[in-house]
């Protein structure tokens, strides 16, 4: 530092404010380049073993079954296949249960304008641990209906916001007591033919707890 300040000051009134804002401009570089890799760096997945294990599982089928044509006439058989493995690991090895996920609000939709059901959905992203609104359509996708929910744990769902952190307990058995698995971007599932991609499970919540990040 004492070497530049002497170099500066022995220039003239013109080369010396010249190289002071060229000096600027390479540490702001230097700082906003420093600020970019931070910000890029993945979220350090905090998410709980089970759930980690349980995203592996269906990103394997979800990639599988994209390496495979639309007009290969053994996807739909492959994806059926899917389908069963996936509800297969939910209730063998997690006995339909989940406790302590880490998710984010997706959406709160009041689904009747005259009435008070509103449905909520939650999701996880499938690569890499996302809070970030672009893992919106990445994501694995667990819905729960208000009117399935008791006090208090109704109060706290109606406190929640879109973008919200939370972890959910809870389990996969749905209203007709079956593991339901659907398409949460129908455009997309139109393309692709994968509900891996981005799948949408009907869950039973039954404890929730706000997280702060």
């Not at 002071?20 to 600020?35: E, H, Y």
């Not at 033919?193 to 039954?206: A, C, G, H, L, Y």
Request: net charge neutral.
């Amino acid at each position: 530092m004492i070497a530049m300040k002497t170099f500066l000051e022995i220039q003239s009134s013109n080369g010396k404010f010249c190289i002071m804002v060229k000096s600027q401009k390479i540490l702001f570089t230097v700082f906003l380049a420093t600020l970019l890799s931070c910000s890029n760096e993945p979220l350090k997945d905090v998410r709980v073993p089970d759930q980690q294990s349980f995203v592996s599982v269906v990103k394997e089928v979800r990639d599988q079954a994209a390496s495979v044509a639309l007009t290969d006439p053994n996807r739909p058989v492959m994806i059926d296949v899917a389908v069963k493995r996936v509800k297969a690991y939910i209730v063998d090895t997690l006995k339909s249960q989940f406790a302590g996920w880490d998710v984010r609000v997706l959406d709160n939709t009041k689904t009747d304008p005259n009435g008070t059901e509103i449905r909520i959905n939650f999701g996880t992203s499938i690569d890499g641990f996302n809070l970030e609104e672009t893992a919106r359509y990445k994501s694995i996708v667990f819905q729960e209906w208000l009117s399935d929910a008791q006090p208090p744990l109704k109060e706290k769902l109606l406190e929640l916001k879109v973008g919200d952190h939370v972890k959910i307990t809870g389990s996969f058995v749905s209203r007709d007591k079956r593991i339901d698995v659907d398409p949460y971007n129908e455009k997309e599932f139109r393309q692709t033919k994968n509900i891996f991609s981005n799948p949408e499970f009907r869950v039973d919540v039954t404890d929730i707890v706000f997280v702060k990040d």
